[in-house]
């Protein structure tokens, strides 16, 4: 008897983090896209899509059935993250300061997916 209880606020609670888990990668895509940096500089600005198309997340889960959503960057566009974010050494020498545009996202959105986790974890 308990254990079925406990079975299924189990699965009630997997649900409930699975899909605010969904919800705030949707929304941390959203941001990102929104506020990514997306302009070629340079005069040989071949390439014609741009960095913020390939922005995505997948939604994976664990073993345990855990859910999980992965934000990334499909593609060859995925080594940039590092450098759009952290900064790197330009061509002529000079440094390019980094864009903390996924640090700002995800303190934007973060914030809401613990309260949904905190709201599905309260018992009813």
């Known amino acids: 008897m308990i254990a079925e209880t406990l079975d299924i606020y189990l699965t009630d609670v997997q649900n409930a983090v699975g899909d605010a888990a969904e919800e705030a990668a949707q929304e941390l895509v959203e941001i990102t896209k929104r506020t990514a940096p997306y302009q070629r500089h340079g005069k040989k600005a071949k390439r014609r899509r741009h960095y913020r198309s390939n922005i ?3 939604r994976a889960d664990t073993s345990r059935g855990t ?58």
């Open 56 to 58: 995505t997340y997948t």
């Open 67 to 124: 859910p999980r959503c992965i934000w990334h960057v499909k593609g060859s566009d995925a080594r940039l993250t590092h450098l759009l974010v952290h900064g790197h050494l330009a061509r002529d020498g000079s440094r390019v300061k980094g864009d903390p545009f996924l640090k700002d996202a995800c303190a934007e959105a973060f914030p809401k997916f613990e309260r949904a986790v905190e709201e599905a974890v309260k018992l009813k």
